[in-house]
């Protein structure tokens, strides 16, 4: 079953720049609450339009690679 506001192919679309904080919570397997906490802390980027909040398409990667830079550090 797929979202009906999102077509399957977009997901894969190399033109898209930003992700609705439903489709960055699927790329990080977390849930929508979890995923606005993550932003709400600053932890995730994210900008706003108008009234709707959007995660740069790069955002969710650079999310793990800082939670994964300290593990290689230590």
Do not use: K
């Amino acid at each position: 079953m797929h979202d009906a506001h999102v077509a399957p192919s977009d997901a894969a679309d190399p033109t898209l720049v930003l992700l609705t904080v439903e489709e960055a919570a699927r790329r990080l397997r977390v849930g929508r609450t979890t995923c606005f906490a993550l932003i709400r802390t600053g932890a995730l980027e994210s900008v706003l339009i108008g009234g709707l909040r959007r995660v740069p398409v790069d955002a969710p990667a650079a999310f793990v690679t800082r939670l994964r830079t300290p593990q290689h550090a230590a």
